[in-house]
């Protein structure tokens, strides 16, 4: 039987960058195809004034079913269930381009009934449509902070779900967060503002087998800034964060990805342990790779960072060599 550790986090689809994109901009549709991000997720919400979005809808459509979308995992964010638009935005976007879309990103996420009314309306369409019951996931976005108490209950709300977001910007707001400028801590306070709120979604996340995304940071040009914010949540665990421009794309990438170095060592103690552990190699519970003693919990750990570094296209620049008898 298979432990849950042999599978490290649903394996899913790569996020480490994934790009948010105005739906109603076909201009910057265009040349989201061409970037080198893990996801991108065309914006029917924020980024999309109220008088654009009926035809942004139809432009999105437009571009999942004719745009080259390879490599990246094809999202659309629609608005959030206390509007009228939501009902709107996902029969015409699914109807419409079911086939070439991955997932629904539902914002504004309170509780978990929200997102299983998503997951109805989405199963009464594929049906409709004949697209197979099930196939497109679900993006719950933590803004607020009836959201964040309510976490563990959105993430097990639905087997459709994929990943859980945080949303600084409106959850800086929501709880009268004393700053402006969205990602960067709070001035007076001398600890991190953040770390309970990313911990908090991170922990419903991983209980869930789901992926934890960090949100924008909203100083585009500001690369250090970006790189400072996303290495925090790289270093609690997180997937991924989101991207608002091109230059944010490749530090995404790199921060969210294992350096070869580690993404190497991580190869040799799966390899030295599959081998210590077989009659060949002993059978051994434990062992030494070099000065580091190993065992299952090692390998668990080695897991995690041989999928992710798989996941971002490394190659192994070592091998391991059983020791000669």
């Not at 990602?183 to 709120?197: R, S, T, V």
Request: net charge negative; proline share 6%; charged share 25%.
């Amino acid at each position: 039987m298979t432990s849950p550790a042999d599978t490290p986090a649903k394996p899913l689809r790569p996020r480490r960058s994934c790009l948010a994109v105005p739906g109603s901009n076909p201009r910057f549709l265009e040349k989201a195809q061409g970037l080198p991000a893990d996801q991108v997720f065309l914006d029917l919400e924020d980024a999309c004034a109220p008088l654009a979005k009926p035809d942004a809808r139809h432009t999105i459509v437009k571009f999942l079913n004719e745009g080259d979308w390879t490599g990246k995992t094809r999202v659309v964010r629609v608005n959030d269930w206390t509007t009228h638009w939501t009902y709107r935005d996902v029969i015409t976007v699914v109807e419409g381009a079911g086939a070439n879309l991955d997932c629904i990103m539902l914002p504004k996420v309170q509780d978990a009934q929200q997102v299983q009314a998503l997951d109805m309306l989405l199963t009464q369409i594929e049906k409709t449509v004949g697209l197979d019951v099930g196939r497109i996931g679900i993006e719950a976005q933590i803004e607020n902070a009836r959201g964040l108490v309510e976490v563990d209950g959105i993430a097990a709300a639905s087997p459709r779900l994929e990943t859980i977001i945080f949303g600084p910007a409106d959850f800086m707001a929501s709880i009268n967060m004393k700053s402006l400028v969205v990602g960067e801590q709070p001035p007076g306070y001398p600890a991190d503002a953040y770390h309970y709120i990313l911990m908090r979604i991170l922990m419903a996340a991983r209980a869930n087998d789901l992926q934890a995304i960090d949100g924008p940071y909203l100083q585009i040009k500001n690369i250090d800034g970006y790189r400072e914010v996303a290495g925090r949540a790289a270093a609690l665990g997180f997937d991924g964060k989101w991207v608002l421009h091109p230059g944010q794309v490749d530090a995404s990438n790199e921060i969210f990805s294992p350096s070869q170095e580690d993404y190497d060592h991580a190869e040799l103690i799966l390899d030295a342990y599959e081998y210590y552990t077989s009659a060949e190699g002993g059978a051994k519970g434990s062992a030494m790779l070099g000065d580091e003693m190993i065992d299952e919990a090692s390998r668990k750990m080695a897991l995690v960072v041989a999928g992710k570094g798989r996941a971002a296209g490394l190659r192994r620049t070592s091998r391991f060599e059983p020791p000669q008898s």
